[in-house]
Nanobody, 115 residues
Framework: QVHLMESGGGSVQPGGSLKLSCASS????????MGWYRQTPGKERELVAS???????NYGDSVKGRFTISRDGAKKPVYLQRNVLKPEDTAVYYC?????????WGQGTQVTVAS
């Protein structure tokens, strides 16, 4: 069974930065794509950023130019560097991974951007 574990959430002031990490129990290249989604109460989960097995990245419109998804190697986490944070970035952030047969989710980590 695949396990995804997020870390790095917390509180930050507007304009600040936070880096999230997603550790996988599997070699990350086992997945076709990995990424981050976020969700706020009453809203659907939305794509923040993703990276596929070939290294191609994709970003949600609201975070382009501010967030960067990256990876270091097969058994290392996938990262989400988030800069110039805004109050509207407040959400629960979920790590996501999709292989040939299944979609996997982490438990989520809360990020709060407030003065």
């Amino acid at each position: 069974q695949v396990h995804l574990m997020e870390s790095g959430g917390g509180s930050v002031q507007p304009g600040g930065s936070l880096k999230l990490s997603c550790a996988s129990s599997e070699n990350i290249f086992f997945f076709n794509v990995m990424g981050w989604y976020r969700q706020t109460p009453g809203k659907e989960r939305e794509l923040v950023a993703s990276i596929n097995v070939g290294g191609v990245t994709n970003y949600g419109d609201s975070v382009k130019g501010r967030f960067t998804i990256s990876r270091d190697g097969a058994k290392k986490p996938v990262y989400l560097q988030r800069n110039v944070l805004k109050p509207e970035d407040t959400a629960v952030y979920y790590c996501h991974a999709r292989d040939a047969a299944h979609t996997h989710w982490g438990q989520g980590t809360q990020v709060t951007v407030a003065s």
